[in-house]
């Protein structure tokens, strides 16, 4: 990550398409090896570089160099951990960067639903602040009644358990 980052900032193109294909590389030895949480790990970097590039939609040729596409298999891969491994992760972070590539996008819709699972993954967090700044970033204009309705539960639960005092230890 580090080194696709300094590549970037150096704009120095041939070396982050050398890294990136590196970093592809990995991935696809996660994938042959059947290495769930490799694949998770590889999805998230790639998808963290591309963000940072400022890269929501793939290259030409290639569907899978891009922030949307990594991030979502990050949470995909995710979601199925949950499933087979009964891993729960809070990913809040991820569903706020993928929430970012939609708004690129112009994907409100997509953007607005991936704001109320990082507000519902901070909470998971007891990181109260963050999920009501997500579910602020998730406005209402437009949205379908669920999600509306989604959006008003999580903030009275924000704002219900803002209202509860802290232990003093």
Known sequence: LQLARLA???????EFSRIEE???DEKEEAYVSD??????????????????????????????TNATFQLSSALFTASQREKEEGIIQPLPQLHEWL????????????????E???????LDLDALS?????????????????????ATTLAKIVEYR????????
Do not use: C, V
């Not at 109320?116 to 901070?122: K, T, V």
């Open 8 to 14: 970037t900032a150096l704009k120095d193109d041939e």
């Open 22 to 24: 590196l970093l592809f």
């Open 35 to 64: 290495n769930a949480a490799a694949i998770q790990r590889m999805h998230t970097i790639l998808g963290t570089i591309y963000i940072e590039r400022g890269e929501w939609t793939p290259k030409p040729g290639n569907p899978f």
């Open 99 to 114: 929430a970012r590539a939609y708004r690129g996008q112009n994907e409100h819709d997509l953007a607005r639903t991936e």
């Open 116 to 122: 109320l699972s990082a507000a519902r993954d901070y």
């Open 130 to 150: 963050r999920a009501k700044a997500s579910i602020d970033r998730a406005p209402d204009a437009g949205a379908p009644q669920s999600t509306r309705e989604t």
């Open 162 to 169: 803002s209202k509860i005092p802290a232990l003093q230890t």
